[in-house]
């Protein structure tokens, strides 16, 4: 998805958050701009092209060494008896890598049929382990909520028990490996409960939702962030981007909300608080939920300080400054874990859909920001980044008489460090130079002095004899008459 930045803001294409294949839906970065759908088509394409080109290379290699291992053989009859038990072999081989590859990339997702139904024995240790409280809630509102569709109701909780002890034996497989067995067993139940079940849409629509809360509640630890990706990778250099933006205001992304006004004040913190809570939800629907939840206070933020409905081209710079101001916590795990175990239904049509699709467009939009993006030019967006500066805030003068007290001394706090800082850099920069003009002047005294003393050396000569004995050569000192003494006259 290309995203445009223009002196009237940050505007994307609508058209640009559908799927690229031009089915209708809603297209999603992490599937490359292809809804669920589309997307899980094209991958078991090339999956399919793949194993192709693997069994070609593999029957390729066999008649090489059916070819050598004939060549070989010194006699016909023993050659045909070799040939024959290798042609055994190879049959063998081949019907068990048939066996394996068909299990391995089809056979899982058809959590339904009676082989893997049959496979686990014992119940897994995962099920059967001590549950936390919410899985115990979320065990008990499940059971009572298929005892409503009695037989269609037993079979539901009983494939869904099977799918849960299938998936404790694929913990060892990847991750898009679990996300895609996890969508055949959505896609799976929700045909069968439409075909056999003839169960209405809507209802179906809500079991889904029932089924997703129940396996995504057990399975959220061993599939959220696992440590076989890079999503931990990910966050933090999101997070680390985010907080490097910190100084990015809302007249750089022309967002068009007032926040000196009390409501809408009120309704960006919710969606800041909404956004962040997102990271305590297990089930994907409950994560969407809090997107849609932030998604509206937006609109509602722009509609009250606009007077009249919100616009597409306002709500993405909107949720670009709300993501910025509240840099959610384990921002694209969340997404990853959105995109791979939701309900693709939810993700492909309806509001959860379209706020989920702004939302990745918005963090693709963060990690390219530049200085074009918000009207800058470069060596001021670069002294931003390195936090040599800051923007400058709003003047105190120019509040309004009814904004938040805590938000005007919260600028004037900010802008007192602007300037003390840039108070600081000059005195730095004049210590720096008075430090300089003391060693170029202590360099110039020295160099004169050196310059003095080498044009009139000083010349140290050994003192006088003669002068220092004119005492000692006096002989007849004792001849002289005595010094003069006070004489004291009585009168």
Same mark, same amino acid.
């Given at each position: ?9 940050i ?27 589309? @997307? ?14 693997? @069994?070609e ?62 496979e ?39 494939q ?86 910190? @100084? ?7 967002v ?32 969407l ?10 609109f ?34 969340n997404?990853q ?41 470069q ?61 170029? @002047? ?50």
């Amino acid at each position: 998805m290309s995203l445009k930045s223009e002196r009237r803001g940050i505007h994307v294409d609508q058209s640009e958050l559908l799927c690229k294949k031009g089915c209708g839906y809603y297209g999603n970065p992490a599937w490359q701009g292809f809804c669920s759908k589309c @997307w899980r088509e094209e991958y078991h394409k090339a999956r399919q092209k793949q194993i192709q080109e693997d @069994w070609e290379l593999a029957e390729r290699l066999q008649r090489e060494e059916e070819e050598a291992f004939a060549s070989s053989q010194s006699s016909q009859g023993a050659q045909s008896l070799t040939f024959s038990k290798f042609e055994e072999k190879k049959t063998n081989e081949k019907t068990r890598k048939v066996t394996t590859v068909k299990k391995f990339f089809s056979a899982s997702s058809r959590v339904g049929s009676k082989k893997e139904i049959q496979e686990p024995k014992a119940p897994s240790p995962s099920i059967n382990r001590q549950t936390s409280i919410e899985t115990d809630r979320v065990s008990k509102e499940f059971i009572e909520f298929l005892k409503t569709f009695h037989k269609t109701g037993q079979e539901i909780y009983k494939q869904t028990k099977l799918f849960l002890e299938a998936m404790h034996y694929k913990r060892d497989f990847s991750i898009e490996e679990q996300s895609e067995c996890t969508q055949d067993f959505y896609q799976n139940v929700a045909e069968r409960m439409q075909t056999r079940g003839k169960v209405p849409p809507e209802r179906v629509e809500k079991i889904m939702d029932q089924i997703e809360k129940y396996i995504m509640t057990r399975l959220y630890k061993y599939v959220f962030c696992p440590e076989t990706t890079d999503d931990e990778k990910k966050d933090l250099a999101i997070q680390k981007r985010i907080r490097a933006l910190h @100084w990015v205001t809302p007249q750089m992304l022309c967002v068009p909300v007032n926040e000196e006004i009390p409501e809408v004040s009120d309704m960006v913190v919710k969606a800041i608080t909404d956004i962040i809570e997102m990271d305590s939800k297990r089930v994907p629907r409950d994560k969407l939920a809090c997107i849609t939840r932030c998604s509206k206070h937006i609109f509602n933020a722009i509609k009250i300080t606009k007077n009249e409905p919100a616009s597409a081209d306002d709500f993405l710079p909107t949720l670009i400054y709300i993501v910025l101001k509240g840099n959610p916590p384990r921002l694209q795990s969340n997404i990853q874990y959105i995109t791979r175990f939701c309900n693709p239904s939810r993700l492909m049509t309806g509001e959860d859909g379209y706020y989920f699709t702004n939302l990745c467009c918005a963090v693709a939009f963060i990690e390219k920001l530049d200085a074009q993006s918000l009207n800058l030019s470069q060596e001021d967006f670069d002294r931003y980044m390195s936090g040599q500066t800051s923007p400058r805030k709003q003047e105190s003068e120019n509040w309004s008489p009814d904004a938040c007290l805590g938000v005007k001394q919260m600028y004037k706090n900010l802008d007192l460090l602007s300037q003390l800082n840039e108070r600081q850099e000059r005195i730095m920069n004049e210590a720096k130079k008075l430090e300089k003009d003391l060693i170029d @002047w202590t360099d110039g005294i020295a160099k004169e002095v050196q310059d003095i003393v080498e044009k009139y050396p000083l010349e140290i000569r050994p003192p006088n004899q003669s002068l220092a004995s004119i005492d000692s050569e006096n002989v007849e000192n004792d001849k002289l008459p005595p010094p003069l003494q006070p004489q004291v006259y009585a009168g």
